[in-house]
């Protein structure tokens, strides 16, 4: 399957199930290569109206960090830590921090 026919798939189920937030960050994952504007878009919207939708934090922090943005990289991965800590999920938490050290020590933040 085409990345275009991927892409018309994933809209209809937003048209179709528009409070589903994996249609949106599934939609976040496909453009991240080839428009990330749209993928800024999906992430944004994610982290405002579904912010209980942890696997947004790892993917959108690892997005504004190459987009350049380290304030707000940060900020999601603080997020997402505290997310995911309050959610006791262990295996997004170890993940999370894992990135995050990395992140810190890459940019010296």
């Not at 528009?18 to 800024?40: C, G, I, Q, R, V």
Request: one cysteine or more; charged letters at 25%; a negative charge.
């Amino acid at each position: 399957m085409s990345n275009l026919s991927r892409i018309d798939q994933l809209l209809a189920f937003v048209k179709e199930e528009p409070e589903n937030p994996f249609n949106l960050y599934a939609l976040a994952l496909e453009y991240l290569s080839t428009k990330p504007e749209e993928a800024d878009r999906y992430f944004t919207k994610l982290l405002k109206l579904h912010k209980g939708y942890l696997p947004t934090y790892f993917h959108a922090a690892a997005f504004y960090t190459d987009q350049g943005e380290l304030a707000k990289a940060k900020s999601i991965y603080e997020e997402g830590l505290q997310l995911a800590q309050m959610q006791g999920n262990g295996h997004a938490l170890k993940e999370l921090k894992n990135a995050f050290q990395n992140f810190c020590f890459e940019f010296d933040v």
